[in-house]
């Protein structure tokens, strides 16, 4: 098993950027492909970005595509989410996810979750 805690969330303006941070304990993390969904109250979960476990392929949502840059350091059992020119579209809670699988964008496909950290975008 794998525990994943997320941090960096806040409370931004418009075109601003937040890097978010998901440091996982437990069984090795370079087992796991990483993914990071959001979820905006009143909506279902998306896909954002994934990982593969070598960090050497990355997916994006189109949305982000250009905005969002996801990457991950193995030594130190951590994935990032660099977010830039943050848009109120945005704001959502954000959830980092593992797999022992291939990533996907498919939130059913990731059997780890972290609790989540609130990304607040202000127009």
Not at 20 to 24: E, V
Not at 43 to 49: D, G
Not at 98 to 103: D, S
């Given at each position: 098993q794998v525990q994943l805690v997320e941090s960096g969330g806040g409370l931004v303006q418009a075109g601003a950027s937040l890097r978010?941070?998901?440091?996982?304990s437990g069984r090795t993390f370079s087992?796991?492909?990483m993914g990071w969904f959001r979820q905006a109250p009143g909506?279902?979960?998306?896909?954002?970005?994934a990982i593969r476990r070598s960090g050497g392929i990355t997916y994006y949502a189109d949305s982000v595509k250009?905005?969002?840059?996801?990457?991950?350091?193995?030594?130190?059992?951590?994935?990032?989410l660099q977010m830039n020119?943050?848009?109120p579209e945005d704001m959502a809670v954000y959830y980092c996810a593992?797999?022992?699988?291939?990533?996907t964008v498919n939130?059913?496909?990731y059997a780890y979750w972290?609790?989540?950290t609130q990304v607040t975008v202000s127009s």
């Open positions: 978010l941070s998901c440091a996982a087992s796991y492909a909506k279902e979960r998306e896909f954002v970005a250009g905005r969002f840059t996801i990457s991950r350091d193995n030594a130190k059992n951590t994935v990032y020119s943050l848009k593992a797999t022992t699988g291939l990533p939130y059913y496909d972290g609790q989540g």
